[in-house]
């Protein structure tokens, strides 16, 4: 079955700070994943895909195969990134996107 | 370019009550999504139109949900009847190729 987990509801760091949200999944072929950033009041949308391979934002994330992870990684929170960040999985045909639970993310100054 | 519309914003309705929510994706924009968001969850696929045929729609509870997608173009979803475990966040979302999905600013639904 194909699932995305995102283990931390919660991940609360002070501004300076390393961070990082975790992110697994399960999914038998090739997948594309990406991560996905909602701001207070503003519309979900794309932050980065692994593909591009690029740092958004300070942001990386790289597609470990082996441990089925596509963690992102900052290694200096700013208080503007606190917002929900959502991981997600695109099958190999394209055909459906599916969405972890969330991982909210709160950078104290 | 204009994002992805959605109307309305908000919804109260009763349960086992009719509503309708509507969709205009950015020009050009082949797909179509409707995603359902329950509190505390991430966005669920509901259906996936390419133009104006269906991709994907095994997650539409279809005893109660329906959607269309006239002409290639704006789409509406809807719910007859309605239950309470269908209060949620309705959202729309347009991509031209696959991956990079661009989302409306969803409809919050709530069933009383």
């Known amino acids: 079955a194909q699932r995305v987990t995102q283990p931390e509801k919660l991940l609360s760091v002070f501004k300076g700070a390393p961070v990082e949200l975790k992110c697994n999944y399960s999914?038998?072929?090739?997948?594309?994943l990406f991560w996905y950033v909602q701001y207070s009041r503003q519309r979900l949308q794309l932050l980065l895909r692994?593909?591009s391979r690029e740092s958004i934002k300070g942001f990386t994330a790289d597609l470990n195969k082996g441990e089925t992870s596509f963690h992102l990684k900052k290694p200096f929170a700013q208080e503007e990134d606190s917002a929900m960040y959502y991981c997600a999985l695109l099958n190999t045909g394209g055909f459906k996107t599916i969405f972890g639970a969330g991982t909210r993310l709160f950078v104290k100054a | 370019e204009a994002g992805v519309a959605q109307s309305p914003r908000y919804k109260i309705i009763e349960k086992r009550q009719s509503v309708a929510f509507w969709c205009n994706p950015i020009?050009?924009?082949?797909?179509l999504y409707w995603y359902q968001q329950i509190l505390g969850q991430g966005p669920k696929l509901l259906i996936q139109?390419?133009?104006?045929?269906?991709?994907?729609d095994s997650q539409l509870p279809k005893d109660r949900f329906s959607a269309e997608r006239l002409k290639g173009v704006d789409s509406t979803l809807k719910i007859q009847p309605a239950k309470l475990e269908d209060s949620a966040v309705y959202l729309c979302a347009s991509s031209v190729n696959r991956g990079e999905q661009y989302f409306g600013p969803g409809t919050r639904l709530t069933v009383t």
């Open positions: 999914y038998s072929g090739s997948p594309e």
């Open positions: 692994h593909i």
């Open positions: 139109f390419q133009n104006n045929g269906v991709v994907d």
């Open positions: 020009s050009g924009h082949a797909t």
